[in-house]
């Protein structure tokens, strides 16, 4: 069994900061292409970043120059910092990881169970 742990969610004002984390953890051999999705309220879930194993990132183009994607493959730890925050990127934040699973083959694909992200004042 694999878990993702998200964490850092909150409060925030409008050009404010967060930065979230995802812990893996359990019986992983190794992890592949990580990536963050949010989903605002009655919309549906959107891709927002991606890396893979190598460092590559991949941005939604609405959170470009502003968020960065990064991970600490020690920690088996995925970032989130998000800068310039708006109102528009209030959402349920969720983790996503590609998992190589000891003791199988082939990668399986995990979620973790979101935090929330509300950019107010």
């Known amino acids: 069994q694999v878990q993702l742990v998200e964490s850092g969610g909150g409060l925030v004002q409008p050009g404010g900061s967060l930065r979230l984390s995802c812990a893996a953890s359990?019986?992983?051999?190794?992890?592949?292409?990580l990536a963050w999705y949010r989903q605002a309220p009655e919309k549906e879930r959107e891709l927002v970043a991606t890396i893979s194993s190598s460092g590559r990132t991949n941005y939604a183009d609405s959170v470009k120059g502003r968020f960065t994607i990064s991970r600490e493959n020690a920690k088996k730890t995925v970032y989130l910092q998000m800068n310039s925050l708006k109102p528009e990127d209030t959402a349920v934040y969720y983790c996503?990881?590609?998992?190589?699973?000891?003791?199988?083959?082939?990668?399986?694909?995990?979620w973790g169970k979101g935090t929330l992200v509300t950019v107010s004042s």
């Open positions: 996503n990881a590609d998992v190589v699973v000891r003791f199988t083959s082939g990668v399986r694909n995990y």
């Open positions: 359990g019986s992983i051999f190794s992890l592949d292409v």
